[in-house]
């Protein structure tokens, strides 16, 4: 009977030290330089529902823990919703993660396969990134998808990176590659939850204080908080498109002093020498500026501008009153809010 407990005692102990090994959490670590004591948030989808934390920096340094049976994105971001990591994750796994707040595209990942090639991808990409280049990053993933095929972090890249505008059949195609083992639907369902759910947060933050590039090689601050009402005009590099815009542009800014309404058109033009020459029979009584790197660019990327001719309005605090393709509905925004 003895010898039967003290068999029993070492097999409860067996089970338990087994059992503890086996992690119902995943922890991710991150040490972003120039983040000092900012709070970070983590955003991932788990157990059918969003999940999100908020933890300061000390000193740079953060740590989350979370709970996700299953692969899931999770994207780690400052405050205002600007990406700083984005990483696969599930329960058992232990993610490092480095990067520098001014440059979150230097990202470096120690963890798990898929974390680590995502982040392989983006220092290789930054310039096409940067660039705002739609088809030099799908070319890029499409060769990463037939490289890593069985791998979750194609999945990955093809749901946060991938240009679907213009490219909707090669994105098909791309999916169809990957093996079902890495895009189930329950992951894909996570991956999708995540980016909407980060893309609306960043996409309709108040706007914060710019620097834009301006007619005359200058750079014009801009602060929604010194106007009563501030009308975003995003623009492609089409003569055709400006016209049937500029006038309506016009004659809001003739409508308003600059304190109560400040118009802005960005151009999204390939470079400053087009845009240059787009503009140069104007006489524009509103602020022109243009984009590096376009819609994509440090400033316009975390808008999230999905088309183009597009408008926001905002007011005085930087909340967004209005986003979408209507000029017309601008207006109508701009006199409710200013009559």
């Given at each position: 009977m003895t010898r039967c407990i003290r068999f029993t005692i070492v097999a409860l102990i067996a089970i338990i030290v087994a059992s503890c090994g086996k992690s119902d959490r995943f922890v991710i670590k991150g040490r972003i330089s120039g983040i000092g004591s900012q709070t970070l948030a983590l955003t991932y989808y788990a157990a059918g529902g969003l999940k999100?934390?908020?933890?300061?920096?000390?000193?740079?340094?953060?740590?989350?823990?979370?709970?996700?049976?299953?692969?899931?994105l999770a994207t780690v971001t400052l405050a205002d919703g600007t990406p700083i990591a984005t990483l696969v994750v599930k329960n058992g796994d232990k993610v490092s993660f480095t990067t520098n707040v001014d440059d979150p595209l230097s990202l470096d990942v120690s963890g798990n396969s898929a974390s680590e090639k995502i982040a392989a991808w983006l220092r290789d990409?930054?310039?096409?990134?940067?660039?705002?280049?739609?088809?030099?990053?799908n070319e890029s993933i499409a060769r990463f998808v037939a490289a890593n095929k069985s791998n979750t972090?194609?999945?990955?890249?093809?749901?946060?990176?991938?240009?679907?505008?213009?490219?909707?059949?090669?994105?098909d195609s791309l999916f169809s590659l990957i093996d079902v083992s890495a895009r189930p639907a329950s992951v894909v369902q996570n991956f999708s939850t995540v980016l909407s759910a980060q893309l609306s947060t960043t996409a309709h933050a108040d706007l914060q204080p710019m620097n834009l590039y301006s007619a005359g090689d200058t750079i014009t601050a801009y602060n929604p908080r010194r106007h009563s009402a501030s009308l975003l005009c995003f623009l492609p590099d089409l003569r055709a498109a400006r016209d049937s815009i500029t006038p309506l542009m016009r004659r809001?800014?003739?409508?308003?002093?600059?304190?109560?309404?400040?118009?802005?058109?960005?151009?999204?033009?390939?470079?400053?020498?087009?845009?240059?020459?787009?503009?140069?029979?104007?006489?524009?009584?509103?602020?022109?500026?243009?984009?590096?790197?376009?819609?994509?660019?440090?400033?316009?990327?975390?808008?999230?501008?999905?088309?183009?001719?597009y408008f926001i309005v905002a007011d005085s605090t930087g909340a967004q009153i209005y986003r979408g393709p209507s000029i017309s509905t601008a207006e109508n925004t701009i006199s409710g809010k200013l009559k």
């Open positions: 999100r934390v908020k933890v300061p920096a000390s000193d740079g340094r953060v740590t989350f823990d979370g709970v996700s049976v299953t692969p899931t990409n930054a310039h096409h990134l940067h660039d705002g280049d739609a088809r030099s990053v972090a194609a999945t990955a890249l093809m749901v946060t990176q991938f240009r679907t505008e213009g490219f909707e059949t090669l994105a809001l800014a003739r409508g308003y002093p600059s304190r109560r309404l400040k118009v802005i058109e960005i151009s999204t033009a390939s470079d400053s020498a087009a845009w240059q020459r787009c503009i140069a029979s104007d006489s524009a009584i509103w602020l022109q500026t243009w984009a590096p790197g376009s819609v994509a660019s440090t400033n316009i990327g975390k808008l999230s501008i999905p088309r183009l001719p």
